[in-house]
């Protein structure tokens, strides 16, 4: 037998106020993204603003429904914009953040594992890595310097070839 560690890196940054004036704007409109989320049921708005490699921005809220495997996160709606204004263009950087209007918005929180799954492969599909930025409306920001490293061991394009 052979035990294999898979590892990544996070970098951790006290609040917005350390990031470098770029990633910080990023985050900041990710903020304040979160008041366009559809959310009435969980309370919980997510926010996802991404500067693409051409320069221009998107962004995407999470939407929910009543019948809740019908809503759709904010990372997914990036995403699918992203690609359909943009087909073809990776993404430099994705911020993230997110108001829990039941509780404290104070710390990174990762994206679900379909936003993973989806974010690992916008990633294989473009070419080029995704920095992702983490961080509530306060407190501590996690920065990434690949999107795949959520999701180790994850499913890819080249397991069905196999």
């Known amino acids: 037998m052979e035990v294999k560690k898979i590892n990544f890196e996070v970098a951790v940054y006290a609040s917005a106020d350390e990031l470098n004036e770029a ?28 500067q693409m490699a051409n320069g221009d921005t ?3 809220t999470n939407q929910e429904n ?11 709606v990036l995403l699918s914009v992203a690609a359909t204004q943009y ?5 430099d950087t994705l911020a993230i953040s997110y108001h829990n209007k039941n509780g ?8 679900c ?3 993973r799954q989806s974010l ?3 990633e294989e599909r473009t070419h080029q890595s995704i920095r992702v930025i983490l961080g509530g409306m306060s407190g501590e920001v996690y920065i990434l310097q ?3 490293e959520l999701l180790p061991l994850s499913f890819t394009s080249g397991d069905l070839k196999k």
Not at 25 to 49: C, D, I, Q, W
């Open 113 to 115: 594992g379909i936003c």
């Open 87 to 91: 087909p073809g263009i990776g993404i």
């Open 58 to 60: 998107v962004s995407g």
């Open 146 to 148: 690949k999107a795949g």
């Open 66 to 76: 009543a019948s809740y495997p019908v809503g759709i996160c904010a990372e997914r």
């Open 23 to 50: 990633d910080k704007a990023l985050l900041l409109e990710a903020r304040k993204t979160t008041e366009a989320a559809y959310a009435p049921y969980s309370n919980f708005h997510v926010g996802a603003v991404a």
């Open 104 to 111: 404290e918005s104070n710390h990174p929180v990762s994206p």
């Open 120 to 122: 690992a492969e916008y």
